[in-house]
């Protein structure tokens, strides 16, 4: 049986941190800055959790084993 492959896309953007819990990146912080606040641009810096509900997706593209 061949070993499942992990979505490539998938681990470009996500880290599984050693307590189990998975990391991303923001949204919205690629273009179109212009028009966006300093502070919204600030506070899209940074990672943050996945939430619990998008887990199970995120561990279906084999992110987490």
Request: charged content about 55%; glycine content about 0%.
């Given at each position: 049986m061949p070993k499942m492959k992990t979505k490539s896309g998938a681990k470009?953007?996500?880290r599984v941190r050693p307590g189990g819990?998975?990391?991303r990146g923001q949204a919205f912080k690629r273009h179109i800055l212009t028009?966006?606040?300093t502070k919204n641009?600030?506070?899209l810096r940074g990672m943050v959790g996945v939430h619990d509900g998008d887990m199970g997706s995120?561990?279906?593209m084999s992110v987490i084993h």
């Open positions: 470009k953007r996500f819990t998975v990391k028009k966006k606040s641009k600030r506070q995120i561990a279906k």
